[in-house]
Structure formats: structure tokens, C-alpha cells
């Protein structure tokens, strides 16, 4: 599929704008290699086109967090009652994140988004980066199908963090946790939902045969990061 780059300086005038569901963009730049020192273009997949806005969520699994909770030494076990408004990965994403990955330029494009189906004792929220909801996900599944649930990490994603995150990586049998590119076979790696999960203390995610699993513990250090933002094109 052509990649199509999303240029802020010539936004009304550019083919891009016309992206189409499923197409690819780039916008923004984060590190990508295993030692974290370049600042490569993010690839985005279009989710939706409204005419007024492009729903985008990131092509790759861009880095590895846990949904609440920072210390090296959390486990699994350490996961507690919280919600996405409070939790650590949205502040994650709206500040460091945020900053990182855009420039000025690209940080007034970025639209406000109101969020819902966080979770059932989780409140509406308004972020400019966020994650997909179950709901979200479950919609756009009838629209582009489950394959875009599919997602390998960044060789950076992939790198064991400080903090102590280091990325799952598929590696057993099932041919569908598995993505082939260029002739090659990479392994899926599973990602967080923003909705609370099964529990105040987890929350959904992405898991194997693309499914979405409700009992991610909220300190689990091996699930990946693809945010999602929506583009204004007025």
C-alpha cells in the first residue's frame, strides 16, 4: 500500500487530505530503532474520513507502558482500582507523548477529542491523544475488517524500558498472531484499550487471534502503545 505523507505546511492543497479508510499517512516523528536516538516519521493507519477530520490510529506499536504504575520493581500483582481518566498511560500520552512526537505546526491540526466508553465507573473524558475504546474497536472492525487489530512493535517498542517494561513478542504456533512483511514473519505483540476491563484494576486490550481480552492487570509491563488522535482538516 503507498504511504501517504501528511504535510502540515500544505494542508488544504495536498491529495493526502483525501486519505481513504485503511491508507496509510504519516505525521509526527518518534524513535523507532533499538537505541532510541532517531526521530523517524510515524506511520498512521485511517480509520475514518469524515469530511471534516481524519480518525487515525498509529500503524505500529510505537513503545511499551504498562496502564498505571512507573516503578522498575510492579508486577503484574501490584495492579490497582484505577480509571483512564486518572491513569498513568493517559497522562503518558497527552504530555510526553504529546510533545515528542509533534511539532507546533502539527500540534494545532491535532483536535480535542471527547472520549467515551472509558469504562463503567470511568467519566468522559477529553484528550488529544488517546486509545481506542472496545467500542470503537467492535465498529470499526464491521467497517475494515479484524486484520487492522493485527500490530508488531517498533524495533524501540520492542527495547526493555527503564521502567521495566519490555514489549510481549508472539512466538509460538498460531499463524495469526504473526505478520509477514517483505517475506518476513513477525510476531504480534498485544495493546491497550483505554475502557476499563473486567475489574476496576484491568482494562481491555488486544490479545492473540486479534481478540480483544478484558483482563489486562493495569501494571502489566509487556503490552504495547498505539495511540490514536483526530486530525482537523478545517
Not at 127 to 154: C, H, M, P, Q, Y
Request: some cysteine; overall charge neutral; hydrophobic content about 30%.
Amino acid at each position: 500500500m503507498e504511504e501517504i505523507s501528511l504535510e502540515s505546511d500544505h494542508i488544504a492543497s495536498t491529495p493526502h487530505w483525501n486519505a481513504k479508510p485503511g491508507e496509510i499517512i504519516t505525521f509526527g516523528t518518534y524513535p523507532q530503532t533499538a537505541d532510541g536516538t532517531d526521530r523517524s516519521p510515524i506511520k498512521w493507519r485511517v480509520l475514518k474520513h469524515s469530511g471534516k477530520e481524519l480518525f487515525i490510529v498509529s500503524e505500529y506499536i510505537l513503545d511499551c507502558k504498562r496502564y498505571h504504575g512507573k516503578s522498575v520493581n510492579m508486577t503484574w500483582r501490584d495492579c490497582v482500582d484505577i480509571t483512564w481518566r486518572d491513569c498513568d498511560l493517559r497522562k503518558w500520552l497527552n504530555d510526553e507523548f504529546y510533545h515528542t512526537a509533534f511539532n507546533t505546526a502539527e500540534k494545532e491540526l491535532i483536535k480535542t477529542t471527547y472520549c467515551t466508553d472509558n469504562g463503567e465507573s470511568s467519566q468522559d473524558t477529553e484528550d488529544k491523544i488517546f486509545l481506542l475504546s472496545v467500542s470503537e474497536i467492535k465498529n470499526l472492525s464491521d467497517i475494515l475488517g479484524n486484520d487492522f487489530r493485527r500490530a508488531v512493535g517498533t524495533d524501540f517498542a520492542k527495547t526493555k524500558k527503564p521502567d521495566g517494561c519490555n514489549l510481549y513478542v508472539y512466538d509460538k504456533t498460531n499463524k495469526n498472531d504473526y505478520i509477514i512483511r517483505n517475506g518476513e514473519e513477525f510476531g504480534c505483540s498485544w495493546w491497550w484499550l483505554r475502557t476499563q476491563g473486567n475489574k476496576p484494576s484491568r482494562a481491555f486490550f488486544i490479545g492473540t487471534n486479534f481478540s480483544i481480552r478484558s483482563y489486562g492487570n493495569n501494571s502489566i509491563a509487556g503490552y504495547g502503545v498505539r495511540p490514536a488522535l483526530n486530525i482537523n482538516l478545517q
